[in-house]
């Protein structure tokens, strides 16, 4: 795989469609803005009918609103994917893709989007507690740092989890995460180089754009991935 190459076809694949692109990721931001409104007005409003304590209104909300992400973020997340694969492979991107996954995939990604949340919090938990026990955050906070490599180790692994479900209308959850993890045997490096490489570009971009960037290096990132997805999946790597 050469990453240069890569990214120079995901830059023409943009070029080509950047109007549709940018339109459908600003979309995708404005629904989210909206939503998280909703939440912190609906969280607002309960806080104050019940006069719930503020610590315990803080993790009402919190927990409020990661209960509510289940419903509409795995779908809009199915969405972008579908609408970038399109883009990435010329094939008529249209902005209402971004709700396909509301229509063809809603329970297999709310799923996969469950597992990967519950396994994160429950990391996070274990990491925590032997500086609870100690009274110490310092030591929880080591603890989480020595474990930020296997973090990003798994991270790589599933990445192609909600590719594969939004590539493949047959295919579930677990079976998504398992050939996730299959596709990604000899190309985890290269992923988090072009991870790397992208996470600076869009810093940069959206500094110097004073985040008006984010539209136009949304759309690149998820195009630059399907094309990285398409690739392993024609090039899976030997294991034998």
Not at 69 to 81: D, F, H, R, W
Not at 134 to 158: K, Q
């Amino acid at each position: 795989m050469n990453i240069k190459n890569l990214f120079q076809d995901s830059f023409s694949s943009f070029r080509d469609n950047w109007p549709i692109s940018v339109g459908t990721f600003a979309l995708y931001f404005i629904i989210s803005f909206v939503f998280n409104l909703f939440i912190a007005f609906f969280s607002g409003i309960i806080e104050a009918i019940f006069s719930l304590d503020p610590v315990v209104g803080v993790v009402f909300s919190q927990s409020f609103g990661q209960i509510a992400s289940l419903v509409i973020t795995p779908p809009l997340l199915v969405g972008l994917i579908i609408f970038s694969f399109k883009v990435s492979r010329d094939s008529d991107p249209q902005i209402n893709d971004l709700f396909l996954g509301f229509k063809k995939r809603w329970s297999t990604s709310v799923f996969a989007y469950f597992i990967i949340l519950s396994a994160s919090i429950l990391l996070l938990c274990i990491a925590a507690i032997p500086g609870l026990i100690a009274d110490n955050w310092i030591i929880s906070f080591l603890i989480i740092l020595i474990l930020l490599i296997p973090f990003t180790i798994v991270g790589l692994m599933i990445s192609q989890t909600f590719y594969l479900i939004s590539d493949d209308d047959r295919i579930g959850a677990l079976e998504a995460f398992s050939r996730s993890i299959s596709m990604m045997r000899g190309y985890k490096t290269k992923l988090f180089l072009i991870n790397l490489i992208i996470s600076v570009i869009a810093i940069f971009i959206i500094i110097i754009t004073c985040g008006l960037g984010l539209l136009a290096i949304s759309p690149f990132q998820y195009i630059l991935f399907c094309k990285f997805h398409d690739y392993i999946k024609k090039n899976p790597v030997s294991t034998s």
